[in-house]
């Protein structure tokens, strides 16, 4: 699984897993981490698909979700550009956060931990920098 | 796009089509040699032609004994204008043309006679400006030699245009069996065909009147009652091989 | 749910004792890129064949835009043929010329713009070409046509890496914008994964896998994996 770049967005996509979920995923990051800034122009479908090798459809579903998530809109004419509106990457982001903590939870959960180890050892990290204590 | 000038764009087609992508491996050395060949050929056969002439022996009508060998080249022709879409390997584009069967048969059919009348009336010009050239500049040689030269030239090029067609067709029928259903038979046909050819040609000696001329039988042939009616049932007979063949590559093929 | 394009039914295709085709059920849906996978020998070409109408089938029926597949049906299809050569003597220009005649829905001047963006000269004759060359320009003759449907047969076979990556930047450029159904075999996957939405996994002349690449991935992983799974006997030769 290489590293690809188009433009400012980079992806990693692993052909074991649908193709769509995985473009959406990693542009919807990329857009919350900030790594494509608002109001930037987007890779066009055609761009993206050619790098990726990609049947063009796939990358034209996945930009039309990111359209009605509110992340891009399309200019006419001149192609997708990245949303202007700070507060909804922001609200995006946060959503985004959300569901990385509700997975990591429920992962340890899984492990069998429970919050109140989770938080002793977030602390443990903060306080002591590298090298904190495992659990 | 099914119009009669589509169909007429693909008769050009074929007739300009030459080689195949495993023989134009040949380099143009190769190539070279080939027409020396050819050329030493040619001048072999001019001057035993011309020494015979000088010596009075040559009668003009027999330069068209040559002509014995062009049943061969029309089936040859007619096999190799179909053949060659499977040594080229392009048989998938011609079969998948969107037309009918019969014109992808009959447009072949066409390019190849047209090539073998290129091949026969070049033959007949040279040969008469041959004998134009042998009177002028020899002195027994009358312009009545030349003028029956015409004449038994006309003779035999009625006989090749009559039996051209079904020997074309029966050419493509040999070339279309070996790729359809009819493999097993084409064996069969190629006996059947070199056979009936060879048996037609012993019969050409039973025209054979009185002077044992092929010269007169030729003529005999051709100017006789029976023959419009042989010519057309050639072209009846050219007819249903052309689309036998058609009805193979249509429905009967063997990939 | 539109109709499918091209529908195989229980076809059997026999030559002497070998099945080529084995009680093949086969619906391909339209306006998708269809992956036709498998290793040699498993029946896609005559697949594509009985397609093209070139085969008849001796049990089953196959049925393209509904009828049955001939010569007329082949005016709305682009076909590939496997391991196809083309006329030596002919110059790229003539070929295209040749296309505009008698192939229906040729558009020469995207053709020519395929031509210039794959590096093909159209003064050359094919006969002078590279192999890799020859393909990308008989590729061009199939997808600068405005047809409803294209079946490409082995467009990859022993094609050199820079025409292959040529070939795949073409295809993903004609594939934006159309709603064209493009049926591709290829017994490689190598790069070119990504491009079908749609599969038919092939094993001695039947569909032993047929839907959604992606759900394919979900069920099994990658097409490269898949392959390693279901043809495990052809890697151990």
């Known amino acids: 699984m290489t590293e690809q770049k188009v433009g400012p967005l980079r992806f990693r996509i692993d052909f074991s897993q649908p ?70 990457v922001r609200s995006f982001r946060a959503q985004l956060a959300e569901r990385y903590i509700d997975s990591f939870l429920a992962q340890m959960e899984s492990l069998g931990l429970n919050w109140e180890d989770v938080e002793a050892y977030v602390r443990r990290k903060r306080g002591a920098g590298e090298g904190g204590e495992s659990l | ?204 000696g039973g025209w054979l009147g009185e002077d044992g001329q092929l010269v007169s039988a030729v003529d005999r042939i051709v100017s006789g009652w029976q023959w419009i009616p042989a010519v057309a049932a050639g072209w009846l007979a050219a007819g249903c091989l052309a689309w036998l063949s058609a009805y193979l590559i249509g429905k009967k093929l063997d990939l | 749910m539109t109709e499918p394009v091209i529908t195989f039914e229980r076809v059997t295709k026999r030559y002497g004792k070998k099945l080529a085709l084995d009680g093949l059920d086969v619906a391909i849906p339209a306006g998708r890129i269809v992956g036709i996978l498998g290793p040699n020998g498993c029946g896609k070409s005559s697949l594509f064949r009985a397609a093209a109408g070139l085969i008849r089938p001796d049990e089953g029926n196959v049925r393209v835009f509904g009828r049955e597949p001939g010569w007329q049906t082949n005016r709305d299809i682009a076909y590939l043929p496997d391991r196809a050569r083309w006329y030596p003597n002919l110059t790229v220009a003539q070929t295209f010329d040749w296309g505009q005649t008698f192939l229906p829905g040729f558009d020469r001047e995207d053709a020519e713009r395929l031509a210039a963006a794959m590096e093909i000269d159209p003064d050359m004759k094919i006969g002078g070409m590279s192999r890799g060359q020859e393909a990308r320009a008989l590729l061009i003759l199939c997808i600068a046509r405005d047809v409803p449907v294209v079946m490409l047969d082995e467009p990859f076979a022993g094609i050199d890496v820079v025409s292959r990556e040529a070939i795949i930047a073409g295809l993903i450029e004609h594939l934006e914008d159309r709603s064209q159904t493009m049926l591709i075999s290829t017994h490689d996957i190598r790069e070119v994964e990504g491009l079908f939405d749609y599969t038919v996994m092939m094993d001695r002349g039947r569909a032993i896998w047929t839907g959604d690449t992606e759900r394919l991935r979900a069920e099994y992983g990658s097409l490269h994996d898949v392959f390693r799974l279901l043809y495990r006997k052809e890697w151990k030769r």
């Open chain 1, 19 to 88: 193709l769509y979920e995985q473009i959406l995923d990693q542009v919807r990051s990329a857009i919350a981490k900030g790594e494509i800034g608002l109001g930037e122009k987007m890779p066009s479908v055609r761009e993206l698909a050619q790098e990726l090798r990609m049947n063009p459809n796939t990358v034209m579903r996945a930009y039309m979700e990111l359209e009605r998530d509110g992340l891009t809109e399309k200019r006419r004419g001149q192609g997708t550009y990245v949303t202007a509106s700070a507060d909804r």
């Open chain 2, 1 to 204: 796009m099914i119009r009669s000038r589509t169909f007429w764009a693909l008769v050009r087609h074929e007739y300009r089509m030459k080689g195949s992508w495993r023989k134009s491996g040949r380099s143009a050395l190769s190539k070279w040699w080939g027409a020396v060949y050819l050329t030493l050929i040619a001048a072999a056969l001019i001057t035993a032609t011309t020494y015979v002439a000088v010596n009075g022996w040559l009668q003009f009508e027999e330069m068209w004994y040559l002509a014995l060998g062009a049943p061969y080249m029309m089936l040859f022709v007619g096999h190799g204008m179909i053949k060659r879409e499977w040594e080229n390997d392009s048989y998938g584009w011609w079969l998948a043309l969107p037309y009918p069967r019969t014109w992808l048969v009959v447009a072949k059919w066409i390019a190849g006679w047209l090539r073998v009348a290129t091949v026969i009336v070049a033959f007949a010009v040279l040969a008469i400006l041959y004998a134009v050239l042998i009177t002028v500049c020899l002195p027994h040689y009358k312009w009545a030699d030349v003028v029956r030269f015409l004449e038994v030239s006309g003779d035999w090029l009625a006989l090749l245009v009559g039996v051209c067609p079904i020997l074309l067709s029966m050419g493509q029928l040999l070339a279309v069996s070996a790729f359809t259903a009819a493999r097993p038979v084409s064996p069969l046909l190629w006996v059947l065909f070199l056979g009936g050819m060879g048996m037609l040609q012993g019969q050409l």
